[in-house]
């Protein structure tokens, strides 16, 4: 039975009333992502595409003719990964890397046809994985939760670059 609010009444019930603490914030945000990108991944099979590579067109849609450094460390992933990742995208048709116009010492990498008119495929299965993962929220759930992910992701990342410098001394 729900308890009764100020005004007498009794508030529904929410689904979930599990007290939550901090040491549910790492597994939860864990296997959320984990779902998010699984079901991710399987919207964007239709297109060919598999799990990394949205990011590498959306970020290249962005900024066209990045270096393969460049894209790794904008998605933060290693060198060696973003090397594998754009050879596979390569082979599939969806990018090219070409030798820089300034410094030939560089190669960039570049959307093909096929790259450029994957982008609204990815951003249609993005959107439906969206709604799917915020089904039942609020606009202002959505805008909180939103807010405290980036929020989240700032102190980690203030944290890595942290321990990177001390790493260096």
């Given at each position: 039975?729900?308890?009764?609010?100020?005004?007498?009444?009794?508030?529904?019930?929410?689904?979930?009333?599990?007290?939550?603490?901090?040491?549910?914030?790492?597994?939860?945000?864990?296997?959320?992502?984990?779902?998010?990108?699984?079901?991710?991944?399987?919207?964007?099979?239709?297109?060919?595409?598999?799990?990394?590579?949205?990011?590498?067109?959306?970020s290249?849609?962005?900024?066209?003719?990045?270096?393969?450094?460049?894209?790794?460390?904008?998605?933060?992933?290693?060198?060696?990964?973003m090397?594998?990742?754009?050879?596979?995208?390569?082979?599939?048709?969806?990018?090219?890397?070409?030798?820089?116009?300034?410094?030939?010492?560089?190669?960039?990498?570049?959307?093909?046809?096929?790259?450029?008119?994957?982008?609204?495929?990815?951003?249609?299965?993005?959107?439906?994985?969206?709604?799917l993962?915020?089904?039942?929220?609020?606009?202002?759930?959505?805008?909180?939760?939103?807010?405290?992910?980036?929020?989240?992701?700032?102190n980690?990342?203030?944290?890595?670059?942290?321990?990177?410098?001390?790493?260096?001394?």
């Open positions: 039975m729900g308890k009764k609010h100020k005004d007498g009444k009794k508030r529904k019930k929410k689904k979930d009333q599990t007290e939550y603490t901090l040491v549910d914030l790492s597994p939860a945000l864990t296997q959320a992502a984990r779902s998010m990108r699984t079901v991710l991944s399987r919207n964007l099979l239709e297109s060919g595409l598999y799990a990394g590579q949205d990011g590498v067109i959306l290249l849609a962005e900024s066209d003719g990045m270096t393969a450094g460049g894209l790794a460390q904008k998605l933060g992933v290693k060198a060696p990964t090397t594998r990742t754009i050879g596979r995208m390569e082979a599939q048709g969806f990018v090219e890397r070409k030798p820089d116009a300034e410094d030939a010492r560089l190669t960039k990498v570049y959307l093909t046809e096929l790259g450029r008119g994957s982008v609204q495929a990815i951003e249609l299965a993005a959107s439906s994985c969206d709604k993962a915020t089904l039942d929220f609020s606009e202002k759930e959505i805008r909180n939760l939103v807010r405290l992910l980036k929020a989240i992701d700032a980690l990342q203030a944290e890595a670059i942290h321990v990177d410098e001390d790493e260096e001394d």
